[in-house]
């Protein structure tokens, strides 16, 4: 068993239920000193807010992918004051007893085995497991356009086929054997909002796929990604809001944030055809992060970009 500190990949593209299973797997830390630090695409940090507001330690390393070159420096620097000792809510310092990473849903994570090699971190830090988190209503859609996503399936060690209530038998199977053809390797567990047990996920061990699929740093800009987060002065009305978002077209990925509405402050979380709208505690700003293709999906960003004006 390695005498280093375990780093538990969590991989998925956008809306496939990564920040669910991370906040499961807060409440499932127990006594054990586990930080979680979250990549955001987008220059401005909303999931490591919802892990502190669990009780979880969270760093951010925003505005782009943790696997290109251009955040490597950062993501490293978070991992060397990680290793050196971090002051925890006790009033103590010490080394965290695990990381558990959220990788941007665009991200190619197969270099990370070598990141640790290349830097000297492997001293401290091993590669524990890579966890993927698939929604059967987007994945096959999403192997045709975006070449990363079939990368983040072929790194796990385990596969989570996640939202099963919202689909039919027939096409969990269809799945369920286009995962088996991608990874043969990783066992994959169907589960609703990630539950699943996490001591499956947080197991300290050496991940086999890290070490298989180690490949080179990823692209800093890829253009099939477009990136902008907007600002909102004024109390949105939500009616609006959802109707903005009931004409969704082709190659919009993802929109995300805390908005203050007519009706108090919201978490707004749009991806895969899905709109939730929940009651959340005020945010330092009232904003929201949009992730689309550029060739198809500007016309929502359009519209949204005309409300914060």
């Known amino acids: 068993m390695p005498t280093t500190c375990p780093i538990w990949l969590v991989v998925g593209f956008l809306g496939a239920g990564k920040t669910t299973l991370l906040r499961r797997l807060v409440h499932a830390a127990g006594e054990r000193r586990i930080v979680f630090v979250i990549n955001e695409f987008s220059a401005v940090d909303v999931d490591a807010g919802v892990i502190e507001r669990e009780g979880g330690e969270a760093l951010a390393v925003a505005g782009g992918s943790i696997f290109c070159r251009c955040l490597i420096t950062e993501f490293l620097n978070v991992l060397r004051r990680l290793s050196d000792g971090i002051p925890w809510r006790d009033g103590s310092v010490s080394q965290p007893d695990g990381v558990v990473i959220e990788a941007s849903g665009m991200a190619d994570v197969r270099s990370l085995r070598g990141l640790l090699k290349e830097s000297g971190l492997e001293a401290c830090f091993h590669v524990a497991g890579i966890t993927a988190v698939v929604d059967p209503g987007t994945l096959m859609k999403l192997l045709l356009v975006l070449p990363n996503i079939r990368r983040q399936i072929e790194s796990a060690d385990l596969i989570l086929l996640n939202k099963t209530d919202l689909h039919t038998l027939e096409v969990i199977d269809k799945i369920r054997d286009e995962l088996a053809a991608i990874n043969p390797h990783a066992p994959v567990i169907r589960c609703v909002r990630g539950a699943v047990d996490p001591a499956i996920i947080l197991a300290d061990g050496v ?98 970009r005309s409300l914060a004006t």
């Open 207 to 304: 991940s086999e796929r890290a070490a298989q699929v180690d490949a080179a740093f990823d692209l800093c800009k890829d253009p099939r990604y477009a990136c902008e987060t907007l600002r909102f002065r004024d109390p949105l009305d939500l009616r609006v809001l959802r109707a903005v978002f009931a004409g969704v077209e082709e190659g919009f990925y993802r929109a995300k944030g805390h908005l203050l509405t007519t009706e108090g402050w919201r978490a707004v979380d749009w991806s895969a055809g899905l709109l939730t709208i929940e009651e959340s505690l005020p945010a330092p700003q009232s904003g929201l992060v949009l992730i689309w293709n550029p060739a198809t999906g500007g016309k929502v960003a359009r519209r949204l």
